[in-house]
């Protein structure tokens, strides 16, 4: 029986299983969005600073 759950991030359905080393999360990714702006820091990932400033400038207005 497998089992399936929602990555919290994205809701895409991830496999319960050795064959997804991110779960609950579908991907390294989702986990860093999780776990927040401070580990995205850390692991800086290519493509993603352009995301980052939009999130960035949200908070910034609030
Ligand atoms: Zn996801």
Do not use: N
């Amino acid at each position: 029986m497998t089992r399936t759950v929602e990555c919290p991030t994205c809701k895409a359905p991830v496999t319960w299983d050795d064959s997804s080393p991110e779960r609950p999360f579908c991907s390294p990714r989702c986990r860093l969005i999780d776990l927040g702006a401070w580990a995205a820091e850390e692991h800086v990932i290519p493509g993603d600073e352009q995301e980052q400033d939009v999130f960035s400038e949200d908070i910034f207005k609030q």
